[in-house]
């Protein structure tokens, strides 16, 4: 199992960026995909998760409203839309999923938002 994030980068605070995930090593398409963040000196946290199919979308309550989770199966992608960024969404954002009760997750790609 292996994820590859990218998109991330410094941003004014207002912003937009857009995260990618690629994915490989498993069936892609049975599976629930998270997006995890973690901040300097804090724990790592659940922003956004979706479905196998892409029906059923979940986020965070600090970034309801700003940020979209999706995907494309076809691709093995997951993306992650964010937008109105705020300093408090500095952070390295990673992807994430349960395989057997196993988790797993890519390096992550750093967000900074200057204010």
């Known amino acids: 199992v292996q994820f590859v994030e990218s998109g991330g980068g410094l941003v004014q605070s207002g912003g937009s960026l857009t995260l990618s995930c690629a994915a490989s090593?498993?069936?892609?398409?049975?599976?629930?995909i998270n997006w995890f963040r973690q901040a300097p000196g804090m724990e790592r946290e659940l922003v956004a998760s979706i479905d196998w199919d892409g029906n059923s979308k979940t986020y965070a309550d600090s970034v309801h409203g700003r940020f979209i989770i999706s995907r494309d199966n076809a691709k093995k992608t997951v993306s992650l839309q964010m937008n109105t960024l705020k300093p408090e969404d500095t952070a390295v954002y990673f992807c994430?999923?349960?395989?057997?009760?196993?988790?797993?997750w890519g390096q992550g790609t750093q967000v900074t938002v200057s204010s």
């Open positions: 994430n999923t349960r395989i057997a009760g196993i988790d797993y």
């Open positions: 090593g498993f069936d892609f398409k049975y599976f629930d």
